[in-house]
């Protein structure tokens, strides 16, 4: 069981918007670098979203101009907002820290009409 606890997914059709919430104690949300990460059914988990400390994002190709990724220190919470999602978005979510620590359990996102 990871330290991460993260929610916000569910079902949306293509061209809609999610946002996702990780919340984790608040030394790790503010000494470390935040990512995001997904898992497609039957692929690897890939890395989706980086913030630094700094606030310095980066994206995967896939998701860059659809994705943002931001963090909010008062309150613990790393956020990915997703917009016109895809029926490729789908997989379950999952944030972690760089260098990274155990996962948690994910929230599932599932792209269909």
């Known amino acids: 069981q990871g330290q991460f606890v993260e929610s916000g997914g569910g079902l949306v059709q293509p061209g809609g918007s999610l946002t996702l919430s990780c919340t984790a104690s608040?030394?790790?949300?503010?000494?470390?670098?935040k990512t995001w990460y997904r898992q497609a059914p039957g692929k690897e988990r890939e890395l989706v979203a980086t913030?630094?400390?700094?606030?310095?994002?980066t994206y995967a190709g896939s998701v860059k101009g659809r994705f943002t990724i931001s963090r909010d220190h008062l309150n613990n919470t790393v956020y990915l907002q997703m917009n016109d999602l895809r029926p490729e978005d789908t997989g379950v979510y999952y944030c972690?820290?760089?260098?990274?620590?155990?996962w948690g359990q994910g929230t599932q996102v599932t792209v269909s009409s």
């Open positions: 913030i630094t400390i700094g606030g310095s994002t």
């Open positions: 608040e030394s790790i949300l503010t000494l470390y670098a």
């Open positions: 972690n820290v760089l260098p990274k620590l155990p």
